[in-house]
């Protein structure tokens, strides 16, 4: 097993899950290296299911299968697949975490959450940690496309689903951890260094101060809008959407941007994902695609009685919150260019959300605005 940086210390963090989840949570000390190939990387995976699952601990190793599921930004999915000895086979996913993601993830608060979502219905359930990931049941599901995401069908039930998520009671403290990201995101981004002398040419084009006068007048700005406080994904982009067709069950999975934030802000980040993984803004939701939305996401049971001033209400907080989204993920991109193996071009993705932002932002503050004065607010 290679020795990859460890994350926690399993056998405390399984315990604190088996306190709170009153169910089996395995615990394994060994890590995986997340850079390997998937042929040297079984053997250390099928070492670390016999270590943490002893009912498989004799199995021959003939009897695991391993595939990847998806491999993201910050961490690799993989699904291990198990022919136990009377003949049935049974699946989990095994979650590797990438090096480097403590600058945007904080881990510990990740599997706090999990813990209670878990029992609360959502996302697969947690099964066993180890020394930088997790074990949890296999999902068996598809993964949702952006366009999915505005089907009419899906869009109401992604909303109902939201509803009753924003309504978990995750124990800890609720403050918002929206601005505190963001700026710590500013400060660690704004005094990096790039060795590669194109990256760095780059960089040095980005306006900072701008970008934290920017920061500044949206926290104001939204900060008036009193919205609702909520534990929020802050990730719901439809790669972390899925869907049991035959069951027409819709699962959300991937939790670790999960905090208490402001709710307008885990819908506004949701409707920038409808541009999907090219960036086309235009797929933005139209006023009536986010109407239908919010209907079903105020009062799935009485569409009818929602009212053209919570309507409106809701589209304000949404669409300036909109605003915050893209200074969260264009700050981010800045940090991923320095820390991210992966090849991509990240500063050009902070180019991207940032004039994003500000092609946006005139409207969307207008609007903010006028509805505050009309409403004797600030």
Known sequence: MVAERKIWDAKEVAQEARDCCSSDIHSSQLTVDSSLSLSDMSPCLIELCKDLFKKWSRLEDSRFTI?????????????????????????????????????????????????????????????????????????????????????????????????????????????????????????????????????QRKFETILFKEVYDEVVEIKELTGRLNAPMVFSHNDLLSGNLMLNEDEGKLYFIDFEYGSYSYRGFDIGNHFNEYAGYDCDYSLYPSKDEQYHFFRHYLRPDKLDEVSDKDLEALYIETNTFMLASHLFWALWAIIQAKMSPIDFDYLGYFFLRYNEYKKQKEKSCSLARSYLSGCGSG
């Open 67 to 199: 595939e990847t599921v998806s491999g993201g930004i910050t961490n690799l999915l993989l699904k291990v697949s198990v022919k136990e000895e009377k003949g049935n086979e049974v699946s989990v996913t095994v979650r590797l975490y990438s090096p480097n993601t403590d600058y945007f993830i904080n881990r510990e608060r990740e599997l706090q959450a999990i813990k209670y979502l878990s029992a609360a219905g959502f996302g697969a359930k947690l099964l066993g940690v180890f020394g930088n990931g997790m074990v949890q049941s296999f999902i068996n599901a598809r993964t949702l496309t952006p366009a999915d995401m505005r089907k009419p069908k899906l869009a109401a039930e992604i909303a109902k689903q939201l509803r009753k998520f924003h309504a978990v009671e995750i124990p800890g403290s609720k403050e918002p951890q929206l601005w505190n990201d963001i700026f710590k995101f500013y400060k660690n981004a704004s005094i990096l260094r790039f060795d590669d002398i194109e990256k």
